[in-house]
């Protein structure tokens, strides 16, 4: 688990405790026109961004900043978010004698961006280019080793400074990318009500704040309300109200939901299934959308709400099943792997008012597999 510098591990085990980006900017073309965002944190920015994004998004953002009388330094990031890549970007930053630090893109660039700069203490920048996570706005990092696995989680001080999102070039991105960023902002709320029910804690090692659960309910709310318009802009690389209320959702609604309403048994479910190391190659929020049917399951949700959530996730067409996943021949024996990992004794899965084994792991996911799979065929979602 991460280690938060900011966490209340020695205090009043009462304390609540809410976190967020210091400041949240979300509109059309606002990489254009974001300057005064951005000036407070000085004159000389440090842009990182994958090879990708850098030539289609960063190289004009650049040239705007640029333009604008800032002095930039832009690097290509490439590979895994590894303590080496962390090192590196830090030195390459240091030495271009930068005033802030600007994370341009995905996940792993973020995590190296948030990583790199904790470690030369200057402000932190993320400008997501997809709505596909609610990364951007946390402080926290996931590590990898140069193979891909996963090394660690960072926690850090603080959230990044500024979240800087321009809801043109999350238009721009594929559809799937959005949907994938509902799944994960689904299992918000119903991690968040969740840890109420249990009178949990969340990564900051302190109780929930009404405000927490408020926006972790309304997050859900939101997606419920404007997933499919919001696609359809997607699918037209249109801007619309209803686009931005699910980037909002998805981002930041989730971000802060998660971060300070907690996370439960969705989250370890999901991760648990990386130890197999096969199945398709799914997104973060496509793995998710199966985890929260397997905590519904394990927690005895009324047929009406589990079959709410498993039609809007068919819908939205992510995995519901173990064949969604690429995963129909799952043995015995790797199942009680995936049981067992999500069962490891520092998993917030322990947090669920419900019986928590391996064994009741593998039996949720069994069954979650064979009821989706039913409904698919009764519903005339499976040929």
């Given at each position: 688990?991460?280690?938060?510098?900011?966490?209340?591990?020695?205090?009043?085990?009462?304390?609540?405790?809410?976190?967020?980006?210091?400041?949240?900017?979300?509109?059309?073309?606002?990489?254009?026109?974001?300057?005064?965002?951005?000036?407070?944190?000085?004159?000389?920015?440090?842009?990182?961004?994958?090879?990708?994004?850098?030539?289609?998004?960063?190289?004009?953002?650049?040239?705007?900043?640029?333009?604008?009388?800032?002095?930039?330094?832009?690097?290509?990031?490439?590979?895994?978010?590894?303590?080496?890549?962390?090192?590196?970007?830090?030195?390459?930053?240091?030495?271009?004698?930068?005033?802030?630090?600007?994370?341009?893109?995905?996940?792993?660039?973020?995590?190296?961006?948030?990583?790199?700069?904790?470690?030369?203490?200057?402000?932190?920048?993320?400008?997501?280019?997809?709505?596909?996570?609610?990364?951007?706005?946390?402080?926290?990092?996931?590590?990898?080793?140069?193979?891909?696995?996963?090394?660690?989680?960072?926690?850090?001080?603080?959230?990044?400074?500024?979240?800087?999102?321009?809801?043109?070039?999350?238009?721009?991105?594929?559809?799937?990318?959005?949907?994938?960023?509902?799944?994960?902002?689904?299992?918000?709320?119903?991690?968040?009500?969740?840890?109420?029910?249990?009178?949990?804690?969340?990564?900051?090692?302190?109780?929930?704040?009404?405000?927490?659960?408020?926006?972790?309910?309304?997050?859900?709310?939101?997606?419920?309300?404007?997933?499919?318009?919001?696609?359809?802009?997607?699918?037209?690389?249109?801007?619309?109200?209803?686009?931005?209320?699910?980037?909002?959702?998805?981002?930041?609604?989730?971000?802060?939901?998660?971060?300070?309403?907690?996370?439960?048994?969705?989250?370890?479910?999901?991760?648990?299934?990386?130890?197999?190391?096969?199945?398709?190659?799914?997104?973060?929020?496509?793995?998710?959308?199966?985890?929260?049917?397997?905590?519904?399951?394990?927690?005895?949700?009324?047929?009406?709400e589990f079959d709410r959530y498993l039609d809007f996730l068919i819908r939205l067409g992510l995995p519901t099943t173990l064949e969604d996943q690429g995963l129909a021949d799952i043995t015995a024996e790797e199942l009680k792997m995936v049981g067992e990992t999500a069962n490891a004794?520092?998993?917030?899965?322990?947090?669920?008012?419900?019986?928590?084994?391996?064994?009741?792991?593998?039996?949720?996911?069994?069954?979650?597999?064979?009821?989706?799979?039913?409904?698919?065929?009764?519903?005339?979602?499976?040929?």
């Amino acid at each position: 688990m991460p280690f938060f510098a900011f966490s209340n591990k020695e205090g009043n085990d009462l304390v609540k405790i809410f976190v967020s980006p210091s400041d949240f900017v979300l509109g059309s073309d606002v990489l254009k026109t974001g300057k005064d965002f951005l000036v407070k944190f000085g004159n000389k920015p440090f842009l990182l961004g994958d090879p990708f994004i850098m030539e289609n998004v960063g190289k004009d953002f650049a040239e705007y900043l640029t333009d604008e009388g800032m002095k930039v330094t832009s690097v290509s990031f490439t590979g895994e978010a590894t303590m080496a890549a962390i090192d590196s970007v830090g030195n390459q930053a240091k030495d271009a004698d930068c005033d802030f630090l600007i994370g341009l893109g995905g996940g792993k660039t973020i995590d190296t961006a948030k990583s790199a700069a904790s470690n030369l203490g200057i402000p932190l920048v993320i400008i997501p280019t997809l709505a596909s996570t609610d990364a951007p706005t946390s402080r926290l990092a996931v590590i990898y080793k140069e193979d891909g696995s996963l090394e660690n989680y960072l926690g850090f001080n603080a959230n990044p400074n500024l979240v800087l999102v321009d809801s043109k070039v999350i238009a721009g991105a594929p559809t799937r990318f959005l949907a994938a960023g509902f799944g994960d902002a689904l299992s918000t709320w119903i991690e968040a009500r969740a840890i109420k029910r249990a009178f949990g804690k969340t990564i900051l090692s302190g109780h929930q704040t009404l405000t927490a659960l408020a926006i972790a309910e309304k997050c859900e709310e939101v997606i419920f309300e404007y997933a499919f318009e919001a696609l359809e802009a997607n699918a037209a690389n249109v801007v619309t109200p209803a686009l931005e209320y699910a980037i909002e959702a998805n981002i930041l609604m989730s971000g802060l939901g998660f971060e300070s309403g907690g996370t439960c048994a969705v989250h370890p479910i999901q991760n648990a299934f990386l130890v197999l190391g096969r199945g398709k190659n799914l997104m973060h929020g496509e793995r998710v959308a199966f985890g929260i049917l397997c905590q519904l399951m394990m927690e005895g949700a009324p047929k009406a709400e589990f079959d709410r959530y498993l039609d809007f996730l068919i819908r939205l067409g992510l995995p519901t099943t173990l064949e969604d996943q690429g995963l129909a021949d799952i043995t015995a024996e790797e199942l009680k792997m995936v049981g067992e990992t999500a069962n490891a004794p520092w998993e917030s899965i322990h947090q669920l008012p419900a019986e928590v084994t391996p064994e009741s792991v593998v039996n949720a996911i069994v069954a979650v597999d064979k009821y989706a799979t039913t409904y698919k065929k009764e519903h005339g979602f499976l040929n």
